[in-house]
Nanobody, 117 residues
């Protein structure tokens, strides 16, 4: 069982920045993949960014050039730097971990991000 805790959410103005962090009970550098997802009310959950054990990354088209996912091995966290935030980025953001290629996913409780003037 992997325990995940997200932090860093809050209220920001359009064009502002936030940095989300995902802390894990296991060794984050050993996980097959870690992803950030988001879900807004009335909408489907969507993948925002993902980083694999081999350090490859993927981003949703809507956040490319604005968001950056990274792994901090010293702090055992995966971070999501969000710049140039837009109102449509408003959602609950969740951290997701897959320990291995064939294992079940684990989810954190989520952190609220609200972008509003």
């Amino acid at each position: 069982q992997v325990q995940l805790v997200e932090s860093g959410g809050g209220l920001v103005q359009p064009g502002g920045s936030l940095r989300l962090s995902c802390a894990a009970s296991g060794s984050i550098r050993s996980f097959y993949a870690v992803g950030w997802y988001r879900q807004a009310p009335g909408k489907q959950r969507e993948l925002v960014a993902m980083i694999r054990r081999v350090d490859s990354t993927n981003y949703a088209d809507s956040v490319k050039g604005r968001f950056t996912i990274s792994r901090d091995n010293a702090k055992n966290t995966v971070n999501l730097q969000m710049n140039s935030l837009k109102p449509e980025d408003t959602a609950v953001y969740y951290c997701n971990v897959r320990q291995g290629a064939l294992t079940a996913d684990y989810w954190g409780q989520g952190t609220q991000v609200t972008v509003s003037s």
